[in-house]
Every structure is written in C-alpha cells, then in structure tokens.
C-alpha cells in the first residue's frame, strides 16, 4: 500500500483565497483525522471522521474552515477565506481502528501570504 | 487524557541505547502509554503502546513502571535515523478522546 497521500506537497496562496487539501487514506482504514502542526501550537487535532461521518470537529478553529469525506478513500479539508495565520503544516491520519497504529501523511505546507 | 512530562531535548551516542523518559503521573487505570516519533518534515509515525506491562517489537521496548505513573522509551541501538521528536501520549483506547501529542523530546544521536 502507498500509505496516507495528501496533495498537494506545498500550498502558496494569497489571503482571501480558498484553498483545498485533499487526502486518500489506506484502503480499508475507517477513521481519518486532519491535524495541523505549528511552531507555536504543535500538532493539534482539527477533525475526524469514522466510515466518511465527522464525528468530532471540536478542533476546527473556525468556520473558515471545512472537511468532508465523500467517500472512504478521499477527504478533503477546505479554508475560505484564508488568512496568514492558518499557514501551517496539514496532516492527514487514517487508522483501521480509532486511536491504535494512526498512519500519517506526508504533509501539506500551506503558506498564505 | 492524562498530562505528560517529557524532557525538551536529549542527545545519544551512535550504536548506544537510547533511554526517553515520560512522566503521566495522573494517569488512570484505562488509559494506555502510546509513543510515535516525527522526523524531520515528515508525519508522525507510531512506534509502541502498552497498558502496564513492558512491551517491545522491531522498533523499541516500552517499560512502564508498576504504579504506572512513568514508562521510558528504550532505542536498543541507536542510529542516525533516530534522530527525531519523540511524543509519549496517554489516552483512553477506543474512545473518542483525542491524541494530545504535547511538546515531545528531541533526541539528536551523535556520531
């Protein structure tokens, strides 16, 4: 298996604009988590979901931002309007059963300028 | 979830064990010890868990005190790769509680 894709690699946009992260998790995993990783705030948890529903999104930091998960094997997590202070780095989890054994993704650098 | 201790940094010598420590002393009696590491630019990856019993695979051995209120991370020998952040996280298994990765250790190994 080609582990947790997240797309893109690196994000640079400009404030105000929406921007879209995308995530394929393992095949057969039923939960998803997106984390978002900074200097200041380390990884925190934004959302997960389990079998495609959100189940917690207590992390979300505010309604700019949004996550969906139309089927098992995509997710994605969207910003509008972005802001400088949302650059961070964006991991995608998956994990055949909750909180055991999490995969990560490689990460998407998002940078708003 | 628990609240961890862990020392900011630590340094190892090459081929040396590598010993990291976590404090959890007001963990309860269902809440399991997880460790994952972050390398450089890369995602965390999962290394062991364990409830009160030592536990080790191809990765590293997991030592958790008897009043579980402490456990260590052991990297039998370390190498250059292991150079990474490493996360001890309490929490409760299958629950809906969240993993709280904390601040972690920075072990550098040395050659």
């Known amino acids: 298996d080609a582990g947790v894709i997240q797309s893109p690699r690196h994000e640079v946009t400009e404030m105000g604009q929406e921007v879209t992260l995308r995530c394929k998790p393992i095949s057969g995993h039923d939960y998803l988590f997106w984390y978002r990783q900074t200097m200041m705030r380390g990884l925190e948890l934004l959302i997960y979901?389990?079998?495609?529903?959100?189940?917690?999104d207590s992390g979300m930091p505010e309604d700019r931002f949004s996550a969906k998960m139309p089927n098992a094997s995509f997710s994605t997590l969207k910003i509008q309007p972005s802001e400088p202070r949302d650059s961070a780095v964006y991991f995608c989890?998956?994990?055949?059963?909750?909180?055991?054994?999490?995969?990560f993704g490689q990460g998407t650098r998002l940078t708003v300028v | 979830d628990a609240k961890t201790t862990q020392p900011p940094s630590m340094d190892c010598a090459e081929g040396r064990a590598a010993n990291l420590p976590c404090n959890h002393s007001?963990?309860?009696?269902?809440?399991?010890v997880y460790w994952y590491r972050q390398i450089h630019s890369q995602g965390p990856q999962y290394i062991i868990h364990?409830?009160?019993n030592n536990e080790t695979n191809e990765m590293a051995s997991l030592i958790i005190t008897e009043d579980r209120k402490s456990s260590t991370l052991i990297l039998p020998h370390a190498t250059l790769r292991d150079t990474a952040v490493y996360y001890c996280?309490?929490?409760?298994?299958?629950?809906?509680?969240?993993?709280?990765f904390g601040t972690g250790t920075s072990l550098t190994v040395i050659p």
């Open positions: 989890a998956s994990s055949p059963n909750w909180g055991e054994k999490a995969f």
């Open positions: 996280i309490v929490r409760v298994r299958n629950t809906g509680n969240q993993f709280y």
């Open positions: 979901f389990n079998n495609n529903v959100p189940i917690d």
């Open positions: 364990g409830l009160k």
């Open positions: 007001t963990i309860s009696g269902n809440e399991y």
